[in-house]
């Protein structure tokens, strides 16, 4: 989807190493739903946001939804290779819509 | 395992033949969606359920695609006449309702040939 962008598109780090993935939309977001997934696999959801300044977290991972509900982040504390993988935001871009809109993704590599 | 399942896992099949694919969510869920995926993309809307009513259909799903819920439960996907452009990992994904996080399958990888 063109409505949703990430940044960085790849990010390779060192085990250990803290690290923020973005996504941000130019529309409201209505649901910002975060979801990781492996090459050729399905996806496994982590969070979801809904309220501006909304911030969840679970185990090593917060997610926030800023106030304008048009840009999320993702941050992963002391990063491990087990959280390699492609990260996909996914959000409600129409009020009422029941489908998700998804970006193509921030690919992230944990070096041992 | 009480997630969604689908099968089969893989198919391999050749322009113009017709193939289908199964999808059950968790057995609570009374929404399912299914989303088509394609390499280096995100995946992207197909059709979506509320219990067995189909209720929203995107204009990615041309006339040779058909789903169905019959019992609420299960659904299926099929393609007509498949060609080389409906290569792609189908997805099927269910909530408890809407704007309810979505779990998502394994998927089913197509392969036209």
């Known amino acids: 989807s063109q409505e949703l962008e990430h940044s960085p598109q790849s990010l390779i780090v060192q085990e250990g190493k803290n690290l923020t993935i973005n996504c941000t939309s130019s529309?409201?977001?209505?649901?910002l739903y975060w979801y990781k997934q492996k090459y050729g696999e399905g996806l496994i959801f982590l969070m979801m946001?809904?309220?501006?300044?909304e911030e969840k977290s679970h185990e090593k991972i917060t997610a926030k939804l800023d106030e304008k509900k048009q840009q999320s982040s993702l941050h992963i504390t002391a990063s491990q290779p087990s959280h390699a993988g492609i990260y996909l935001c996914?959000?409600?871009?129409?009020?009422?819509?029941?489908?998700?809109?998804f970006g193509t993704g921030t690919r992230l590599t944990v070096i041992p | 395992d009480t997630g969604v399942s689908q099968n089969p896992r893989h198919k391999i099949t050749k322009r113009g033949q017709n193939v289908t694919f199964r999808c059950d969510p968790i057995?609570?869920?009374?929404?399912l969606y299914w989303y088509r995926q394609t390499l280096g993309q995100g995946p992207e809307f197909l059709t979506y359920?509320?219990?067995?009513?189909?209720?929203?259909k995107s204009r990615l799903l041309s006339d040779r695609f058909s789903a169905e819920r019959p019992k609420g439960s299960f659904s299926t996907l099929e393609i007509q006449r498949t060609e080389q452009g409906d290569s792609a990992m189908y997805l099927c994904?269910?909530?408890?309702?809407?704007?309810?996080?979505?779990?998502f399958g394994p998927g089913t990888r197509l392969t036209v040939t």
């Open positions: 994904a269910s909530s408890l309702g809407a704007l309810r996080e979505q779990y």
């Open positions: 529309k409201t977001l209505y649901g």
């Open positions: 946001l809904q309220k501006g300044g």
């Open positions: 996914g959000a409600g871009l129409l009020t009422g819509a029941n489908n998700l809109f």
């Open positions: 057995s609570e869920h009374n929404r």
């Open positions: 359920f509320q219990n067995e009513a189909q209720l929203e």
